[in-house]
């Protein structure tokens, strides 16, 4: 890949689903179906909204390894990133990603204790196309 941020920056923007890995407190891998993240800074970090009740902010909390990974099935190819979660309580921060909608999650609004934010942050990555891979530092 000629750019690396440009090439995947334009195909994360056109998903609407992400896979987001972590690892259970067995050490097992689990996978869970996420909206696309609200917002990005380049490859490198990336925002989703969640709940805090759930049980992948549990596990990140114990242990933050984790991996997201997009897939453009038109044209068959995908981009795995992997690094680290932090789970964000920040009020100005949840306010920021707040979308229109978001009571069907957080019923209370944008201060429902029930919402949180993660922020992945992406240190190296792997990008499949045309029946090769390519792995990158970020």
């Known amino acids: 890949m000629r750019d690396v941020e440009k090439t995947i920056g334009n195909m994360i923007d056109k998903m609407k689903l992400t896979i987001l ?5 067995e050490g097992f891998p689990v996978s869970k179906a996420m909206l696309a993240p609200r917002e990005r800074e380049g490859i490198k970090t990336f925002w989703f909204s ?9 596990f990140f909390r114990e242990n933050p390894k984790a991996s997201i990974y997009f897939v453009d099935k ?3 190819r995908g981009i795995s990133l992997s690094e680290t979660v932090e789970v964000l309580e920040d009020a100005e921060l ?8 978001d009571t069907m999650y957080y019923h209370e609004g944008v201060t429902d204790p029930d919402y949180c ?3 992945f942050t992406t240190i190296k990555g792997r990008y499949y196309s045309n029946f ?3 792995d990158f530092t970020v």
């Open 132 to 134: 090769k891979s390519e």
């Open 50 to 58: 969640t709940n805090t009740s759930s049980n992948k902010v549990k």
């Open 74 to 76: 038109r044209f068959f």
């Open 21 to 25: 890995s972590y690892i259970d407190s």
């Open 117 to 119: 934010v993660l922020k």
């Open 94 to 101: 949840k306010e920021r990603i707040w979308q229109t909608g």
